[in-house]
């Protein structure tokens, strides 16, 4: 429960601190516009990696591990084996209904590079890369029963959220604090799922023997497990 609450917490805490300085105009917009100079370089490669984080491509994603987690839930019998993909249904049908008011609220304009606009702050690339990509791993990873494939299947979910995050700051569509914020912002909902996920696993059957098998006890009696 303390790791949870950290996890919670620290970002909670490091976003309302960027947005703090956004809304203020803050001295940590300086280094960011610095960084951002150093950065920003539209190429088609920045463009490529800044596209996995629109909804047409992440959301899709992120359906087809819950169809995947369904099945193979109901089908090795896991209690509440509807759980964890429901819960990461409705954390990703949140996230613009908590992004696009805060975009409004601080109406950060872009760089440069974009047309003169409000609304860039945070990322909604990032927040919906880091749920959709981080979702998706989280509820495929207890499938996986080899180590080498949960490591492998969580370094891809990185690599790709990173290659997002880079891409949106290379093609100047974002400031580098924009970016930021997106991960503090997405890591909320992927500790809540990562909970539900934890607790709905322990609580599976255990395998060769299905759920409700009696248990012999010491005495030589037969009880329900």
Known sequence: MLFLALVL????????????????????????????????????????????????????VLVLALTLALWLG??????????????????????????????????????PVVPPATGYFPSGHTVTALVAYGSAALLLRPRLRSPAARRALAAGCGVLVLGVSYGLVRHGYHWPLDVVAGWCLGAVPLAVLARVASRTERGRPEQGRPAGADVVGRDGRSRPE
């Open 9 to 60: 917490v620290l970002p909670v805490l490091l976003l309302a601190l960027i947005t703090w300085q956004v809304v203020t105009d803050g001295p940590l917009l300086r280094p960011d516009a610095e960084v951002s100079r150093a950065l920003v370089h539209p190429d088609g490669f920045s463009q490529f990696l800044s596209d996995l984080g629109n909804v047409q491509v992440a959301v899709p």
């Open 74 to 111: 109901r089908v090795r019998g896991t209690r509440r084996w509807w759980l964890p993909p429901l819960a990461a249904a409705v954390l990703m049908a949140l996230v613009p209904a908590v992004v696009v008011p805060l975009k409004e609220w601080t109406g950060r304009p872009g760089t």
